[in-house]
């Protein structure tokens, strides 16, 4: 069960540097190599509607320690689950991508103004 959990504690670092990663690249700007990439991956297994490898290594190990699987994945199970919420309803993934997407927006939108600033020569005419 030690496994499991470590995996859902990486599955949580991995969604907070999702949500996040932008922001801290304002203070740590070679994190953007390590966030971009993930959230793109993060991204394209959300829209193609497949399972999270994370959530399912979790659920493979949990089960192989006896524990029960649960049938929310991850958000829903540890996150929105215990607020009552339900992590599929339109409106908790409307709240969901709309935090990600506006954090994300407003760090790289800092981000490119911090570049142009240092580098006006590199604008374009």
Known sequence: MLLAHAVAVLHAAVVLVVLTGALLALRWPRLVLLHAPVALAVLA???AGAPCPLTTLELALRERAG??????GFLGHHVFGPLGLDVGSPAVQVGLYTAAFGLNAVGYGLLVARARRRHPAARPE
């Open 67 to 72: 524990a029960a699987p649960y049938d929310d």
């Open 45 to 47: 297994v959300n829209l």
